[in-house]
């Protein structure tokens, strides 16, 4: 892999681990200012997070065909899936169904999310340095 292309998978893994903590961090700072309470809002942030995170399988699924034996985007994209069932699919069951039983498997989610993005970073990092045969 080239230097570019090495730099923009660690740049883009760490910036899309970045934008969801902010996420997080701005939503429960901003508590007073959000409508927490509104099914429409939860439902609208869970199908935000589910259709960039299903582009970011996508990505992952033809980073990991590039580099076959690099375990670091195999991990990647299975937390990133996790990630978006236990975020998106409970902020969906909160939203459609008033369950909020729940309720605390939404930040696990969002640390799946945060983790696999990290994960994704280190394999642009570690197959760039070892080429497409980088396993951790």
Do not use: E
């Not at 969801?20 to 509104?38: C, F, P, R, W």
């Not at 996790?82 to 409970?90: E, V």
């Amino acid at each position: 892999m080239n230097s570019n292309a090495k730099w923009f998978l660690v740049l883009g893994g760490l910036n899309a681990a970045t934008a969801v903590a902010l996420g997080a961090a701005g939503t429960h700072a901003l508590k007073s200012q959000l409508a927490l309470n509104d099914p429409a809002g939860w439902f609208a942030v869970a199908l935000q997070y589910h259709q960039y995170h299903s582009l970011g399988l996508i990505l992952v699924g033809l980073v990991a065909g590039r580099f076959p034996s690099s375990k670091w985007f195999v991990w990647a994209g299975w937390l990133m899936l996790a990630g978006i069932f236990l975020f998106s699919g409970n902020l969906y069951l909160r939203s459609l169904a008033g369950v909020h039983a729940l309720h605390a498997a939404i930040p696990v989610g969002g640390a799946a999310l945060i983790a696999s993005w990290l994960l994704f970073a280190i394999g642009g990092i570690r197959s760039s340095k070892h080429g497409p045969q980088d396993t951790p």
